[in-house]
């Protein structure tokens, strides 16, 4: 059976600090993995990897894929406040199947 | 980017009628739309994989009779709540997959979500 498991579940950092979010897959027909940042609503897209060792970077977000060992990491560097969301990493094969989020604060 | 639009975003119905909610890819075509619910403080949870012009497929636990998802077109998927009760209310949010030249890797467009409540 598919699955996705992302840790830590929750994070409390204050600003500045980088944090390292992390997600686990196991997804048949493996095509991508997916990083979305939920605040209110509909989650927002962050980034998609299909590669492995190949960063990709947004500001202060980067992420990095590994496929040997079913796994990524989404890296914030020098936090913000607005950073405090839920983000959630997605497998993308047959379906697509969430992980359960790690929920981000970031305090002033 | 691509947009999904999804509608109502917020319905607030009586025990035992029934619900609708649409998801429209409003520039790109959708062979492909997955249904999510999720609850508070928590993460999305697949329901079912619309598929155009084929009946969905449902993840296990997901009452097919309950929640009936219709793909008629490349560009619209419905799912309807049947009989619905209080333990229903949720948000709904709905996906599309464009395999387009602008999104050909297959990157999944949100629509806003519905947010059901039932008396």
């Known amino acids: 059976e598919d699955k996705v498991v992302q840790s830590p579940l929750s994070l409390v950092v204050h600003e500045g600090d980088t944090v390292t979010l992390n997600c686990s897959y196991e997804?048949?027909?493996?095509?991508?993995l997916l990083w979305y940042k939920q605040e209110k609503k509909a989650p927002t897209f962050l980034f998609m990897l299909?590669?492995?060792?190949i960063e990709k970077k947004s500001g202060r977000l980067s992420s990095i894929l590994d496929k040997k060992e079913l796994f990524s990491i989404l890296n914030i560097t020098a936090t913000q406040t607005g950073d405090s969301a839920i983000y959630l990493c997605?497998?993308?094969?047959?379906?697509?199947?969430f992980g359960a989020g790690t929920r981000l604060t970031v305090k002033p | 980017g691509a947009v999904v639009s999804q509608h109502p975003s917020r319905v607030i119905c009586k025990s035992g009628t029934s619900v609708k909610i649409e998801c429209r890819s409003l520039?790109?075509?959708?062979?492909?739309m997955f249904w999510y619910r999720q609850f508070p403080k928590q993460s999305l949870m697949l329901m079912a994989t619309s598929n155009e012009g084929s009946k969905a497929t449902y993840e296990q636990g997901v009452e097919k009779d309950k929640f009936l998802i219709n793909h008629a077109s490349l560009t619209l998927s419905t799912l309807t709540v049947t009989s619905a009760h209080p333990e229903d209310s949720s948000f709904y949010i709905c996906s599309a997959r464009d395999w387009g030249p602008r999104g050909n890797t297959g990157e999944l467009f949100f629509g806003e979500g519905s947010r059901l409540t039932v008396l």
């Open positions: 520039d790109f075509q959708a062979t492909t």
């Open positions: 997605a497998g993308a094969g047959n379906d697509m199947r």
């Open positions: 997804v048949t027909n493996f095509r991508s």
């Open positions: 299909t590669s492995s060792g």
